[in-house]
């Protein structure tokens, strides 16, 4: 399975801000995923980060409020903008690493907003 | 879109007894479903997962069973122990995303 890295782990910020949340990948993957998790909830699908085009996001999420970069085929980035308290979450990436459609995740940043 | 519910949400039992854990699925097309563990804190782990040309798999403790008639699929624990506490997580795919249950705890008791 693939070596998935983000920084940072955990960070506080303050209502109005934003952060930048970096996904990497010890080996190239075609496919990159950017979910959210709330305490205590399961896993929701935020968008699909596409290399080269724009992010395929899900029902409920924009590209104004979750910006996505993907610049190659080993590193993506997801934008919290304009954070509100109820953006406190876990934000998780994921890739699909091999010819199997597997998803494996990263270790996860904890967002807390105040 | 694709809908996935899972029960119970949280599974009590003593150690060495079996555990199952049960999705259905809204999308007739989908045609893998893997089954994530997380532990507290942790990110999620693979554990087990089936693609919807066989019925059952397993892999020494757990096994997956996948009904595509009734759209549903199980998750068998056996002979659980301490160490299978965790929160579980069925998911359906039919593209390339994940759609996941809404999670199980299970408690193992020694």
């Known amino acids: 399975s693939a070596v998935i890295s983000q920084k940072p782990s955990r960070d506080i910020c303050q209502r109005g801000t934003s952060l930048t949340i970096q996904c990497q990948v010890d080996?190239?993957?075609?496919?990159m995923f950017w979910y959210r998790q709330q305490p205590g909830q399961s896993l929701t699908l935020i968008a699909t980060a596409n290399q080269g085009s724009e992010a395929t996001y899900e029902s409920g999420f924009v590209i104004d409020k979750f910006p996505i970069s993907r610049p190659n085929l080993t590193f993506s980035t997801l934008t919290v903008s304009n954070m509100s308290p109820e953006d406190s979450s876990i934000y998780l990436c994921?890739?699909?690493?091999?010819?199997?459609?597997?998803?494996?995740f990263g270790p996860g940043t904890r967002l807390l907003v105040l | 879109g694709e809908n996935v519910e899972q029960h119970p949400s949280t599974l009590s039992v003593q150690e060495g007894d079996s555990a199952v854990i049960k999705c259905t699925y809204s999308d007739s097309a989908s045609n893998y479903f893997p089954w994530y563990k997380q532990e507290l804190g942790k990110r999620p782990q693979l554990i087990i997962d089936i693609r919807s040309n066989v019925g059952e798999k397993k892999d020494q403790r757990i096994a997956v069973t996948l009904n595509k008639t009734a759209k549903h699929f199980s998750l068998h624990i056996t002979e659980t122990q301490p160490e299978d506490s965790a929160v579980y997580f069925c998911a359906a795919s039919r593209a390339d995303k994940l759609i996941f249950g809404t999670g199980t705890r299970l408690q193992v008791f020694p």
């Open positions: 080996s190239q993957v075609t496919m």
């Open positions: 994921s890739v699909d690493a091999g010819l199997k459609r597997t998803q494996y």
